[in-house]
């Protein structure tokens, strides 16, 4: 095989590619293209790989009109499939760096671009799972061959890290889901508890992995004490199952369920953020709520690191402990960009951060 040529733009950035499945739905998507927006990409140019249509095109052509979206089948369910295309579209590209965000199914992805010859390959673990964790089984079986074909390993949190390299943790690159906080810092005039009703807030997909049927139970049960309301920001399979539950519980009044969204408003009215997981890593919405100043409520099932504030309660999945603590005395603060800030959780810095990490890869490839 001869010496390995770089896939470039007009203006001579080298091309790398990331690899992030369903862009419509989750953070890995939003995450990736935020550190792509506050990037150095004054010698490189990402292009996204994906399983369809979504925002992320327009948000992409307004980062950077020469970066490019490619469709891939789903790594997950159609692989026979997907490996041969994302091989062949990695090839032509001439790609020399392949940033894949799939966590275990990197094993399909980077296999893909060590087959297409791409000379750096990282594999990114951004969540944990366990046995209670949906496709647990396939996950445990791809485990080992993650990041088989990695060049380097990546990571959003300890946690993640030892969930998915387990012996080769300490390699990973720790590169914090970082936020772009003045978007969601709070007013400076904070004080106590807001009058009622409470305002609880949850911003992300309707999946299994976020237990929203168990949130809405426990929900019933705490306003059965106190009036509050609780705002659903998102989109996913549950969608239709949360509304019949909601209507059986008798909360139709008192539950919003809105689709994707911005969610820096909905962060500033609410007084308080939930995430009832039943597995996660470290996820970037509760970062956001935090730099609002939100006090949260997080399951017991997610990685501690993320109470970055301080200002968090990491709970076990029972019904009726979560009803008392959506009932218990919580206040907000406006300290929560300063504590991420320092905490290196703001995108601007932490991009530069990712930047220089891509420049050093590609200069030990040979590639500048």
Known sequence: ??????????????????????????????????????????FFCSDFFT???????????AVDPDARVFYLPPLDRRFWQAVPRLTKLLKEGGYALVHSHMTTLSAFALYAAKRAGAPVRICHAHSTFDKDSDHYRIKALLRPFAAKYATGLMACGKAAAENLYRGRAEEAYILPNA????????????????????????VGRFVYQKNLPFLLRAFARARQQREMRLTLAGDGADREALLALSKELKTESSVRILPPCDPAPLYREADLFVLPSRYEGLPVVALEAQAAGLPCLFSDKIDRDVDVCGNGEFLPLDEEAW??????????????????????????????????????????????
């Open 1 to 42: 095989m001869g010496a390995f040529t770089a896939g470039r733009t007009a203006d001579g950035r080298i091309r790398t590619a990331q690899i992030i499945g369903n862009a419509a739905l989750g953070g890995v998507a939003a995450c990736a293209l935020n550190y792509y927006r506050h990037a150095d990409r004054s």
């Open 323 to 368: 009803a008392q603590a959506l009932n218990a005395p919580r206040r907000k603060s406006a300290d929560g960009a300063e504590k991420l800030r320092a905490a290196h959780y703001d995108i601007r810095t932490e991009g530069r951060r990712l930047s220089d990490y891509y420049r050093e890869a590609l200069a030990g490839a040979g590639i500048k």
């Open 179 to 202: 936020i772009d906080l003045a978007r969601f810092s709070p007013p400076r005039d904070i004080k106590g508890e807001a009058a009622p009703p409470r305002e609880v807030l949850f």
């Open 51 to 61: 399983y369809g249509p979504s925002r992320l095109e327009e948000e992409l052509r």
